[in-house]
């Protein structure tokens, strides 16, 4: 296929770049094309991370092993990679111990043998054992098979996690011999790139927080005129204490949400607004529940079809188009359209080209303020799927956060990379756990 370019400002200082870079590409000592075994691979990680036998290269390119190498130094974290043959010059039993123990640095230890892959960690000081399994899990069912595509999402995902500094790279004399001329030059055009790139990302930003705005400010109206058709006066003789302080709660989460959402600079700070949105819906529905004499409310997260419905009662069972179902958490009045045969209410945003769309079909744009209502642990098991679970499924997609669901939610099984559904390995390097390939700790990965 070929490219057209277009020619801009910046042309020249990226055609100077992409020279430069390849000059000093040239300069810099790569690993052994040629070598085979565990002596070999721990040599060559032990300089550049990364080692690919010569037998993959039809599966695994020079060009992407040279891009993951790049990848691996630049995070400037103990992260350790293998591409080896299903070989007996690589025996499953004790892999992973035997590298370790050859490379003799801890961290964790990424291997691909054969059409399968697997990583663990030398500890839980590096990173949780159960985070490096799901990391690598989820990139091998994501990728289908290419090598290139899973490791490249590992690392990425692996980098955000993993504790500690990357080994010292080993150097070339060739490296003193580039000219200084050079390596101004090549400061300068990667200067300019980068605030090229610094101002894309700028306007990119405000142009995702002006459509975000929109919908967030239609939320904060309709929490607020439910407010205004609450008839509830906090110095009637039947407003006890628990009622004022639902009511009152329910007021400071409105005022919260539209401080915060004043002040916005970026797309990620409408996460607490939603956040404050929820929290105040929920106060509203303890209060019903006291005043009409029924059980409080469960805590529960929004109606998943639209979170302006308030709290949801229950779960349904839901499928995106095309999708596998799963049950997704929806208020009383949805519950009843679907086990009616009806399509539940569900709320439609704006798309970039001006179209209309349920807000899990609309982008990663919309991913901070599902993410609000919803919590990191919830959301990505409720949008596989759909346009937004796909985003949030990119490799370094800047969503997700550490902390799991919100207050009082249990992940459950939307639990993500940090849960471990086999619990009971060991955290130390080495052992039958950390055997092989192919047997029943790895059975969860594929195949």
Same mark, same amino acid.
């Given at each position: 296929?070929?490219?057209?370019?277009?020619?801009?400002? @910046?042309?020249?200082?990226?055609?100077?770049?992409?020279?430069?870079?390849?000059?000093?590409?040239?300069?810099?000592?790569?690993?052994?094309?040629?070598?085979?075994?565990?002596?070999?691979?721990?040599?060559?990680?032990?300089?550049?991370? *990364?080692?690919?036998?010569?037998?993959?290269?039809?599966?695994?390119?020079?060009?992407?092993?040279?891009?993951?190498?790049?990848?691996?130094?630049?995070?400037?974290?103990?992260?350790?990679?293998?591409?080896?043959?299903?070989?007996?010059?690589?025996?499953?039993?004790?892999?992973?111990?035997?590298?370790?123990?050859?490379?003799?640095?801890?961290?964790?230890?990424?291997?691909?043998?054969? &059409?399968?892959? $697997?990583?663990?960690?030398?500890?839980?000081?590096?990173?949780? $054992? @159960?985070?490096?399994?799901?990391?690598?899990?989820?990139?091998?069912?994501?990728?289908?098979?290419?090598?290139?595509?899973?490791?490249?999402?590992?690392?990425?995902?692996?980098?955000?996690?993993?504790?500690? &500094?990357?080994? %010292?790279?080993?150097?070339?004399?060739?490296?003193?011999?580039?000219?200084?001329?050079?390596?101004?030059? *090549?400061?300068?055009?990667?200067?300019?790139?980068?605030?090229?790139?610094?101002?894309?990302?700028?306007? $990119?930003?405000?142009?995702?927080?002006?459509? *975000?705005?929109?919908?967030?400010?239609? +939320?904060?109206?309709?929490?607020?005129?439910?407010?205004?058709?609450?008839?509830?006066?906090?110095?009637?003789? &039947?407003?006890? +204490?628990?009622?004022?302080?639902?009511?009152?709660?329910?007021?400071?989460?409105?005022?919260?949400?539209?401080?915060?959402? &004043?002040?916005?600079?970026?797309?990620?700070?409408?996460?607490?607004?939603?956040?404050?949105?929820?929290?105040?819906?929920?106060?509203?529905?303890? *209060?019903?529940?006291?005043?009409?004499?029924?059980?409080?409310?469960?805590?529960?997260?929004?109606?998943?079809?639209?979170?302006?419905?308030?709290?949801?009662?229950?779960?349904?069972?839901?499928?995106?188009?095309?999708?596998?179902?799963?049950?997704?958490?929806?208020?009383?009045?949805?519950?009843?359209?679907?086990?009616?045969?009806?399509?539940?209410?569900?709320?439609?945003?704006?798309?970039?080209?001006?179209?209309?769309?349920?807000?899990?079909?609309?982008?990663?744009?919309?991913?901070?303020?599902?993410?609000?209502?919803?919590?990191?642990?919830?959301?990505?098991?409720?949008?596989?799927?759909?346009?937004?679970?796909?985003?949030?499924?990119?490799?370094?997609?800047?969503?997700?956060?550490? %902390?799991?669901?919100?207050?009082? $939610?249990?992940?459950?099984?939307?639990?993500?990379?940090?849960?471990?559904?086999?619990?009971?390995?060991?955290?130390?390097?080495?052992?039958?756990?950390?055997?092989?390939?192919?047997?029943?700790?790895?059975?969860?990965?594929?195949?």
């Amino acid at each position: 296929m070929r490219t057209v370019l277009r020619r801009s400002r @910046a042309a020249g200082p990226a055609a100077l770049l992409a020279v430069l870079l390849g000059l000093l590409t040239v300069l810099v000592p790569a690993a052994p094309a040629s070598a085979s075994g565990l002596n070999d691979a721990a040599d060559a990680m032990k300089r550049v991370q *990364l080692y690919v036998d010569p037998s993959m290269s039809s599966r695994f390119s020079a060009e992407q092993a040279e891009g993951l190498a790049k990848k691996l130094k630049d995070v400037d974290k103990p992260i350790y990679v293998a591409v080896l043959p299903d070989s007996e010059a690589y025996p499953t039993k004790n892999l992973f111990v035997d590298l370790r123990t050859k490379v003799g640095a801890a961290g964790v230890y990424a291997i691909w043998r054969g &059409d399968q892959f $697997q990583a663990q960690s030398s500890g839980p000081e590096v990173l949780d $054992q @159960a985070t490096a399994r799901n990391l690598a899990g989820a990139a091998y069912r994501s990728n289908g098979g290419d090598i290139g595509a899973t490791l490249n999402e590992f690392v990425d995902g692996a980098a955000e996690k993993v504790e500690g &500094d990357g080994p %010292q790279h080993s150097t070339s004399i060739a490296w003193v011999l580039v000219p200084v001329l050079l390596v101004v030059l *090549l400061g300068a055009g990667a200067l300019l790139l980068v605030r090229r790139a610094r101002r894309r990302r700028e306007e $990119q930003a405000r142009a995702e927080l002006a459509r *975000l705005r929109t919908v967030v400010d239609e +939320d904060i109206t309709a929490f607020g005129e439910e407010l205004d058709r609450l008839d509830f006066d906090p110095g009637a003789p &039947d407003a006890d +204490d628990d009622r004022r302080t639902d009511y009152t709660a329910a007021l400071d989460a409105y005022d919260r949400a539209k401080r915060t959402m &004043d002040a916005a600079e970026r797309p990620a700070d409408v996460r607490p607004v939603t956040e404050a949105l929820e929290q105040g819906r929920f106060a509203l529905a303890t *209060l019903a529940a006291r005043r009409e004499g029924r059980p409080l409310p469960e805590r529960r997260v929004p109606c998943f079809f639209d979170p302006r419905h308030g709290p949801s009662t229950t779960d349904v069972p839901w499928a995106p188009p095309g999708g596998a179902p799963r049950p997704v958490p929806a208020c009383a009045d949805d519950a009843a359209r679907i086990s009616g045969g009806r399509d539940p209410h569900v709320r439609t945003v704006e798309t970039e080209d001006g179209h209309h769309q349920p807000y899990w079909n609309a982008g990663p744009v919309y991913s901070p303020w599902a993410g609000g209502y919803f919590g990191g642990g919830l959301l990505p098991g409720l949008l596989v799927g759909t346009v937004l679970g796909s985003a949030l499924a990119t490799p370094g997609y800047a969503y997700a956060d550490d %902390q799991g669901g919100g207050d009082g $939610q249990d992940g459950g099984e939307y639990a993500g990379d940090d849960f471990d559904p086999g619990a009971g390995g060991g955290s130390d390097f080495g052992g039958d756990d950390f055997g092989g390939f192919g047997g029943d700790d790895f059975g969860g990965f594929g195949g």
